[in-house]
């Protein structure tokens, strides 16, 4: 199987960066994905000293690997805000993505590689999707927001009958690795820092600002913006509140015409759809699917044959180009967090659950948070961030913590009865006295590294198609030789 490259990553203009980061400055901010880079355009373009740190390279986790709708119209976002967090929240949360989307588009006006608009779609094909189109309709006409309810037997724009449709004019397609390159080259023609390579690992609040350690050395700053995912610096216990998606993207050449827009069904084989160009110009269907929660599936190559036999049954000809993975995290509310993390005096903030629609929800965040330390505060805040203090989201916080138990346990069992050779590109947990032991063989030679994730002591599972140690607690990822990939863990695994 090839390795997974994104079509972004591989059409990607070149980004530059700096050597070193500064020894002080006035905002650090972890994390070099849209969250961070748009805080850090925001904040730098008001004169303020910006520093981004960066883990691994600037798109390296989540932005540089999604499929980029920049759309209002978000499968069944807005039916899961009101039933969890009321329509209060639901208004504020129209009201920011309005404004990202609106940002977004103003940043990339003209750049017609980077953002082309498109009618976005949703739709159902059978039952319990078709009830799910039905309540997001309703959602959508509790807040105002205009879409067309399609008639069965409409045409919505595919090549296979839908039995349920929303669809939204005006919306917006973009390349994400482009937008990035655009926001970083930002920031940089404003005096600011991008270093990449350089792993945010813990913070200390002081008198007058925070100290933050790197694997670079420490920084002195006033304030620190944790845009990392899953915040890697949480005093506010968010990874527990936290559930994260991970899905598989692909690029496919088809024969025949490409549907225009963008869509999403639904129905429990969710599919997501779009177009974009390849390396060599030609248009090409993008297909994303089969959303598993990191680390609690270890056949990951089985979703991608699913993927393309899926495409291959509903697009003539379809052949895979080039395939991706990338995960993203979801709250017990579904709202958003943008702001100060509590006990931290104002000085460290975080930006985190976008549920797969950061294209709109990053620039909102990075709106609230740059309106939090300019002291111009936006009015969506305050609604926002409400419901991550109410209990209403109780039941689904005491769900997601039981299911943690569950795979903490699974994974103490998994390493007593593991063992065997093992094939190329294979891995498994085996005991090396009392250690959990994570052995992989990659090119012939088997890596070994600790198997117990450095966040909070998960066992970790094997990813077969992305070969990465993958925690099911609360989704860190790691490489065959123990690097930290994502997730809220910030140390590698120790190499045995
Ligand atoms: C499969 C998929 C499809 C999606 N499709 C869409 C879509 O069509 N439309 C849409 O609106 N949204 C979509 N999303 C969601 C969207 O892509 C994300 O919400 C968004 O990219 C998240 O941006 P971010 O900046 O928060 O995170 P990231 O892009 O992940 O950035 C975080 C960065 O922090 C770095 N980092 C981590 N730890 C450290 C550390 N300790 N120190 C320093 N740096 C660190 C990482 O390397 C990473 O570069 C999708 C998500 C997925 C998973
Ligand atoms: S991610 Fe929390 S224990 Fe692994």
């Known amino acids: 199987m090839t390795a997974p490259q994104s079509l972004w990553r591989l059409t990607s203009p070149p980004i530059q960066t700096d050597a070193q980061p500064p020894a002080n400055t006035d905002v650090v901010i972890a994390g070099a994905g849209l969250a961070g880079l748009a805080t850090g355009a925001l904040l730098a373009r008001r004169g303020q000293r910006v520093a981004v740190l960066e883990g691994r390279d600037v798109g390296a986790a989540t932005t540089g690997n999604t499929t980029a709708k920049l759309s209002l119209l978000q499968g069944s976002v807005y039916s899961q805000i009101q039933s969890h967090a009321g329509l209060e929240a639901l208004e504020a949360y129209v009201a920011a993505n309005r404004a990202g989307q609106d940002w977004v588009r103003r ?32 959602a959508m006409a509790a807040v105002g927001v205009d879409v067309d309810v399609l008639a069965q037997g409409q045409d919505a724009g595919l090549p296979y009958p839908v039995t349920r449709a929303l669809r939204m004019h005006g919306q917006s397609q973009i390349h994400p690795m482009r937008l990035l390159a655009k926001l970083a080259a930002e920031i940089r023609s404003h005096g600011g820092t991008i270093v990449t390579g350089c792993r945010v690992q813990g913070a200390e609040v002081e008198d007058g600002g925070v100290v933050v350690q790197t694997t670079a050395g420490e920084l002195d700053a006033e304030t620190l913006v944790v845009t990392t995912g899953s915040p890697v610096i949480d005093r506010a216990a968010f990874f ?33 759809l779009r177009t974009a160009r390849g390396e060599d110009g030609r248009e090409l269907l993008v ?19 699913e993927l393309d036999d899926w495409t291959g049954d509903n697009f003539a000809g379809a052949v895979r180009v080039t395939w991706w ?80 138990a569950a795979s903490l346990v699974g994974g103490v069992v998994r390493t007593v009865t593991g063992s065997g050779d093992l094939a190329e590109g294979e891995g498994h947990v085996v005991r090396d006295g009392r250690h959990p032991v994570a052995e992989a063989r990659i090119d012939g030679v088997v890596c070994r590294v600790s198997g117990v994730c450095t966040h909070m002591g998960g066992i970790l599972e094997w990813n077969t198609a992305e070969r990465s140690w993958d925690c099911p607690l609360h989704g860190s990822r790691f490489s065959p030789d123990g690097d930290v990939l994502e997730g809220p863990a910030s140390v590698g695994l120790e190499r045995r």
């Open 107 to 138: 940043e990339l006006a003209g750049e017609h590689d980077a953002i082309q608009q498109v009618d976005a779609v949703t739709y159902a094909i059978a039952s319990e999707g078709e009830r799910a189109v039905d309540q997001e309709a309703e």
């Open 240 to 272: 527990a509140r936290l559930v994260p998606s991970r899905s598989l993207v692909a690029a496919y050449r088809v024969v025949g015409p490409l549907p225009r827009g963008v869509f999403l069904s639904l129905d429990p084989e969710g599919r997501s």
């Open 287 to 305: 297909v994303g699917g089969g959303a598993f929660t990191t680390g609690r599936e270890r056949e990951t190559d089985r979703l991608l044959r």
């Open 325 to 404: 993975a990338a995960q993203d995290y979801r709250t017990v509310s579904r709202v958003p967090f943008a702001g100060a993390m509590p006990g931290t005096n104002g000085r460290i903030y975080a930006a985190t659950g976008f549920d797969k629609w950061g294209m709109t929800n990053a620039p909102a965040a990075a709106l609230t948070i740059a309106g939090d330390i300019l002291r111009e505060p936006v009015p969506w805040a305050e609604a926002l961030r409400s419901p991550h203090l109410r209990l209403v989201d109780g039941v689904d916080f005491v769900a997601a913590q039981a299911s943690v």
